[in-house]
């Protein structure tokens, strides 16, 4: 059995950035030219669930008819209201759920818990993370990790799990990612292969680990090549002061995203993109580090050909 799908991730479409949904379309006509199955996000994907719905409706009912869905990111509900919204816009009953799809179940996992006096939170809406004090408190939480270890057991097919933190466990990873991990190797070595793949976004950052033999895809940003909190004055200023947070910005001129065939015998290939900074400006140029925990601050998506033992 083979699948084909298109991802990306952190669109993070939103007035106070120079982006539009203009790189929608850009995105799905690749995954059109590649004849893919599905098209999938990693989360903080549309942030303003009011304004910006046509965009969201663009990519779930695309008009190459492809059956498109993704996880919900820390930033999803920045600017919408409850996570009931959301769950109805995307046409689900939970922020966690699977589909099967071609022989394949895709597992997608709502990362944005928070432990709090002992007790599990959601992040609520109209913020972009945990706590007040607090950010990167991500989590599944104990009843999420219950669901995916049934739900990976259980399927019947080979398994490829969604998430928006990385689970690989490096810094910033879902912060009880080594229980998702410790799930991980528990089915697969009931059945070997069971799971083959971890997506994800969040890091804005380039890298393809293989831990354990399961494949961890840190999928990076379609536009924005990297944020940080001290604004810099490298952009024109009639550019800044268009958009607010451009200045805390490095963006891409193309949308990143990739195209990735997985065979239910554990060949990967990741045919991903390269692209150039806006106006020349790097992650780099603002003061940025190369490298960060969990991949490379790069106008790039890497390409791999992966054969698991």
Known sequence: ???????????????????????????????????????????DFVIDLKNQRNALD????????????????????????????????????????????????FVITDANFYEKDGEIFRYSGFSVGGPVGGYDHNRLGAEQLDWLKDTLINSPYPCIILSHASLLGKPGSSRDSDKVRDIISEVNKKTPKKVLM??????????????????????????MGGWKKEKHDKFPREFSEKYRSADNCAFF?????????????GVID?????TTYLYGVSAQDIGLPLHVAIGDLVPRISSAHIELD
């Open 58 to 105: 663009m990519f779930l009912n695309n008009d190459a008819n492809i059956p498109a869905f993704g996880c919900y990111g820390n930033h999803e509900l920045e600017l919408t209201a409850t996570l009931e919204e959301l769950n109805a816009a995307y046409g689900v009953k939970n922020s966690y759920y699977y589909l099967d799809l071609k022989g394949f179940r």
């Open 253 to 265: 001129n193309d949308p990143l995203n990739a195209i990735v065939s997985v065979d239910s015998e």
């Open 198 to 223: 971890c997506l994800n976004g969040h890091h804005h950052s380039d890298s393809i680990d293989v831990l354990d033999n399961v494949v961890y895809f840190n999928i990076n940003a379609v536009y």
């Open 1 to 43: 059995m083979k699948i084909k799908f298109s991802v990306c991730s952190d669109y993070h479409l939103h007035p106070q950035y120079p982006i539009t949904a203009d790189g929608l379309k850009t995105i799905i006509e690749r995954a059109k030219e590649n004849k893919v199955d599905a098209m999938l996000h990693c989360g």
């Open 270 to 274: 990741i045919e991903g993109m390269e």
